[in-house]
């Protein structure tokens, strides 16, 4: 993925709320895992992610690219995968950054609009999306899960790559949520059947090279299911989920750090 690293031409004409928001929001990208995902800036904080997109990334591999095409270097991550939120820490202050709203439910029917970079786009300017609040839900990763993470439901033109980015509401800059996941369908049995095609190398061999440079084997089975799967990536969702602000301020206070409010 060609990820810019540097640009002009931010919009004019902008409100000076509209263009902090801007300019907190970030891509980031994994080229290991090749995730790829948008993150946000608290104002005088780390950067704010779902832990989906830096999952498996190695600290010194994963790239944030600010809606100027500046890069980021980064010195710690903090994750989360119950709430599904990871906290990316720069080498360097940034300055900005969004406000967090309080923990008062907003109302179902609002309109909701987020910033980010849904594939196959990669920037440098974020991509306005704008949605409604459809409503609550208590997430589980597991049925046995005794302490459920707040979600919003939210309907609205989503695509991958707009996880982790920050969820608002009407005209307001301060974050109600950041968005975690797209319904897609892909019911439990087409999941194992790709699974299993994955572990399957019948048919005519290929021969691979990854983002790094190593060499692989794979059958044509496997790489058919690679390209459904890219397919399904680029698949645009109508509903989706937003881990609820108040699970990020939970987050940020089990870690000693100043909630921006």
Same mark, same amino acid.
């Given at each position: *993925? ?7 031409? !931010? ?32 104002? @005088? ?8 997109? /830096? ?7 994963? *790239? %944030? ?15 989360? #995968?119950?709430?599904?939120?990871? !906290?990316? +820490? ?14 008062? #439910? ?18 440098? /300017? ?40 920050? !969820? ?29 095609? *994955? ?6 061999? +290929?021969?691979?090279?990854? /983002?790094? @440079? ?16 890219? +397919?399904?990536?680029? #698949?645009?969702?109508?509903? %989706?989920?937003?881990? #609820? ?11 000693? !750090?100043?909630?921006?409010?």
């Amino acid at each position: *993925m060609d990820v810019p690293i540097a640009t002009r031409g !931010l919009p004019e004409g902008i409100s000076d709320a509209a263009w902090v928001a801007i300019r907190s929001v970030y891509l980031l990208y994994c080229p290991g895992t090749r995730n790829k995902g948008t993150g946000f800036a608290l104002r @005088g904080g780390p950067l704010v992610t779902a832990e989906h997109v /830096v999952r498996g990334c190695p600290l010194e591999k994963l *790239m %944030a690219v600010s809606s100027e095409g500046t890069a980021v270097s980064l010195k710690r991550l903090v994750v989360d #995968a119950r709430r599904d939120l990871a !906290l990316a +820490f720069p080498v360097n202050a940034i300055t900005g950054g969004l406000l967090l709203a309080g923990d008062v #439910a907003p109302r179902v029917g609002v309109t909701i609009f987020t910033l980010g970079y849904p594939s196959p786009y990669h920037g440098p /300017v974020p991509v306005i999306t704008v949605g409604r609040l459809s409503g609550f839900r208590d997430h589980r990763i597991s049925e046995t899960e005794v302490d459920p993470a707040k979600h919003l439901v939210v309907n609205g033109a989503f695509k991958a790559g707009n996880s982790g980015g920050p !969820l608002f509401v009407g005209q307001d800059n301060r974050v109600i949520g950041v968005l975690v996941s797209r319904h897609v369908s892909r019911g439990r049995l087409r999941r194992s059947a790709h699974e299993l095609l *994955m572990a399957d190398q019948a048919g005519a061999p +290929f021969t691979t090279t990854d /983002v790094e @440079g190593n060499s692989g084997t794979c059958g044509a089975s496997q790489k058919g299911i690679e390209a459904r799967l890219c +397919f399904r990536e680029l #698949a645009q969702a109508i509903i %989706a989920e937003a881990v #609820a602000v108040s699970e990020l301020r939970a987050l940020l206070q089990e870690n000693n !750090l100043v909630v921006p409010e």
